[in-house]
T-cell receptor, first 115, second 111 residues
Framework: GAVVSQHPSRVICKSGTSVKIECRSLDFQATTMFWYRQFPKQSLMLMATSNEGSKATYEQGVEKDKFLINHASLTLSTLTVTSAHPEDSSFYIC???????????FGQGTRLTVV | DAKTTQPNSMESNEEEPVHLPCNHSTISGTDYIHWYRQLPSQGPEYVIHGLTSNVNNRMASLAIAEDRKSSTLILHRATLRDAAVYYCILISGGSNYKLTFGKGTLLTVNP
């Protein structure tokens, strides 16, 4: 299957700082990318959907000014958690879908710990 | 979004087949049936998808009921590496593509 690379896999940051997570589609053009958050023993929660070159569509309850999503190219999307707090500690996962695909491919996930 | 219903958990023995059920009685004509699985501390992995006909690939088989209101993911010979949470998801084939996850089925494989 297609490869989606997410970086970093693990990050620890201080409360109040910002963290950027990158998601790259390595062997296909991702017209749509999705960002999820997952708390322990829970399912994935969709945060936002982004299409290349346009603003992300955020799910209800997700603060767009706190979770900045940029999808500037067909192979790269970034999620920036701004002014992170301990409650933002979670497993963040991206996925990408090409225009000709009905399936989506997922990154390895980023474990964020805010101390 | 059309919803799916899956058992919370299932158990299997290694080397035996596993049938993971999924009910989706409100499926629409353009919805694809997708299956993903998530191993601990990893991102989900695509398993298989189908629309109306049964599908086979190297990982699994997907059996779709004639009325499309249910489907079954079949792992022909379970291994310990198949222990994961399996998600059955309906995705619209139209322009409104959205990939949202339910609770899935936690599959335990016993040695």
């Amino acid at each position: 299957g297609a490869v989606v690379s997410q970086h970093p896999s693990r990050v620890i940051c201080k409360s109040g700082t910002s963290v950027k997570i990158e998601c790259r589609s390595l062997d296909f053009q991702a017209t749509t990318m999705f960002w999820y958050r997952q708390f322990p023993k829970q399912s994935l929660m969709l945060m936002a959907t982004s299409n290349e070159g346009s603003k992300a569509t955020y799910e209800q309850g997700v603060e767009k000014d706190k979770f900045l999503i940029n999808h500037a190219s067909l192979t790269l999307s970034t999620l920036t958690v701004t002014s992170a707090h301990p409650e933002d500690s979670s497993f963040y996962i991206c996925s990408a879908r090409g225009q000709m695909n009905t399936e989506a491919f997922f990154g390895q996930g980023t474990r964020l710990t805010v101390v | 979004d059309a919803k799916t219903t899956q058992p919370n958990s299932m158990e299997s023995n290694e080397e035996e087949p596993v049938h993971l059920p999924c009910n989706h009685s409100t499926i629409s004509g353009t919805d694809y049936i997708h299956w993903y699985r998530q191993l601990p501390s990893q991102g989900p992995e695509y398993v298989i998808h189908g629309l109306t006909s049964n599908v086979n690939n190297r990982m699994a088989s997907l059996a779709i009921a004639e009325d499309r209101k249910s489907s079954t993911l079949i792992l022909h010979r379970a291994t310990l590496r198949d222990a994961a949470v399996y998600y059955c998801i309906l995705i619209s084939g139209g322009s409104n593509y959205k990939l949202t996850f339910g609770k899935g089925t936690l599959l335990t494989v016993n040695p």
